[in-house]
């Protein structure tokens, strides 16, 4: 299975809304107290000069200038805020669409699938994570063949143990092999540490 190439839509960014509108609007919120602490220090002088009641140009100069700082930041303000806004959105899903992998392979091995890896994008977050996740499925993939084989190989045993035309000293070999066989499957099986819950089982 070979990592394949997905170019998203911009509306495929939106892969968990819950989490990216609260991490986006929380952002937005630090980032507009910021530019209005950014904005009240610039305008804060010529706010307090235009009710300076003894120099009258004075008070027009600065209202004029205020009013047009107070234009052009509302407009910055506004750029600003979207394209925050569509950042936080584009970064917090590099992380939210690695998890979603996570849990659709978590969803897979828990029926017994192992095929499924995880592949992610190039910018994706997660990475180191994501290989760790492979090399545990190819560990549990190796140790389950290697019980499979044996367990075949106990079957084929058994069988011919069980076979009315085999002589005695075959059948005899064939149990021989098949005890082997099963030892060999209780040891793989040792290596596997379960839950409480499931040793009575």
Same mark, same amino acid.
């Given at each position: ?22 991490? *986006?609007?929380?952002?937005? !919120? ?15 002088? /010529?706010?307090?000069?235009?009710f300076?009641?003894?120099?009258? &140009? ?5 209202? =004029?200038?205020?009013? +047009? ?7 910055? +303000?506004a750029?600003?805020?979207?394209v925050? /806004? ?9 992380? &939210?669409?690695?998890?979603v992998? /996570? ?11 192992l ?11 997660f =990475? ?24 075949? !190989?106990? +079957?084929s045993?058994?069988?011919? *143990?069980?076979? *009315?035309? #085999? ?8 149990? !021989? ?7 060999a &499957?209780?040891? !793989?099986?040792?290596k596997? #540490? ?8």
């Amino acid at each position: 299975m070979s990592p394949k190439t997905h170019h998203r839509k911009f509306r495929n960014y939106f892969i968990n809304k819950k989490i990216q509108l609260r991490i *986006a609007t929380t952002n937005l !919120m630090y980032m507009v107290l910021v530019v209005l602490i950014f904005v009240f220090s610039i305008l804060d002088p /010529f706010y307090l000069d235009i009710f300076q009641p003894t120099d009258l &140009c004075r008070q027009y100069l600065s209202a =004029k200038i205020f009013i +047009v700082l107070l234009e052009r930041m509302a407009i910055t +303000v506004a750029l600003l805020l979207l394209v925050a /806004f569509i950042h936080q959105i584009i970064m917090s899903h590099k992380f &939210c669409g690695p998890l979603v992998n /996570f849990v659709n392979s978590f969803q897979r091995i828990k029926k017994g699938d192992l095929t499924r890896k995880i592949y992610l994008r190039r910018y994706d977050y997660f =990475k180191d994570e994501a290989l760790h996740l492979n090399d545990m499925i190819d560990g549990l993939s190796g140790m389950i063949a290697d019980i499979e084989n044996e367990n075949k !190989m106990l +079957v084929s045993s058994l069988e011919q *143990a069980t076979d *009315a035309k #085999a002589s005695q000293v075959v059948a005899s070999d064939a149990l !021989m092999d098949a005890k082997k066989r099963a030892v060999a &499957c209780k040891e !793989m099986l040792s290596k596997f #540490a379960l839950s409480e819950e499931f040793h009575d089982n």
